[in-house]
T-cell receptor, first 110, second 114 residues
């Protein structure tokens, strides 16, 4: 049973560029959440997708957007990248209350 | 506004002894709590959870205690093993009131000494 997978594992972008990160949930899970983890911090909730709709959003600007596909996989898009967007981006999938995390995508903005 | 706090950034424990990791929260709407373990270059791994209707949940070497009146939870690891060395995060959510976001603490780095 494959767990949560994310791609790519690492990414380097420059300020102002756009990035798309991808996530495939654990088998049987229908809900995908995205988190940003800065160095030395806990994961910060960006948003959650369920039934292809954004169900809840954290305190992140509109530059952060997402999508969920009919097979429950999801994308996180970040526009107009800033240096402060450099972080580990984690995807978590769930069916009920326990969220299971992928290995993350390390984004570096130069 | 840090609604979930882990005030000890690090903890060292001798192998075989008990590790106690603490977490405090401020939001009384939180009703479901989880502990995750994170190794470098990996995503957090779910360890154990507890609902607010309980005050204790046990799974093997891991036990979570919840004190609702103090808004405090703790994770006990007995006996501690070197492989337990990792960063531990507590997280909270309002699962039964329809809020889906998890709020994480800043983590406690546990080092188990052989």
């Amino acid at each position: 049973d494959a767990g949560v997978t994310q791609s790519p594992t690492h990414l380097i972008k420059t300020r102002g560029q756009q990035v798309t990160l991808r996530c495939s949930p654990k088998s049987g899970h229908d809900t995908v959440s995205w988190y940003q983890q800065a160095l030395g911090q806990g994961p910060q909730f960006i948003f959650q997708y369920y039934e292809e709709e954004e169900r809840q959003r954290g305190n992140f600007p509109d530059r952060f957007s997402g999508h969920q596909f009919p097979n429950y996989s999801s994308e996180l898009n970040v526009n107009a990248l800033l240096l402060g967007d450099s972080a580990l981006y984690l995807c978590a999938s769930s069916k009920r209350n326990e969220q299971f995390f992928g290995p993350g995508t390390r984004l570096t903005v130069l | 506004d840090q609604q979930v706090k882990q005030n000890s950034p690090s903890l060292s424990v001798q192998e075989g002894r008990i590790s106690i990791l603490n977490c405090d929260y401020t939001n009384s709407m939180f009703d479901y709590f989880l502990w995750y373990k994170k190794y470098p270059a990996e995503g957090p791994t779910f360890l154990i959870s507890i609902s607010s209707i309980k005050d204790k949940n046990e799974d093997g070497r891991f036990t979570v205690f919840l004190n609702k009146s103090a808004k405090h939870l703790s994770l006990h690891i007995v006996p501690s093993q070197p492989g337990d060395s990792a960063v531990y995060f507590c997280a909270a959510t309002s699962a039964y009131s329809g809020t889906y976001k998890y709020i994480f603490g800043t983590g406690t780095r546990l080092k188990v000494l052989a």
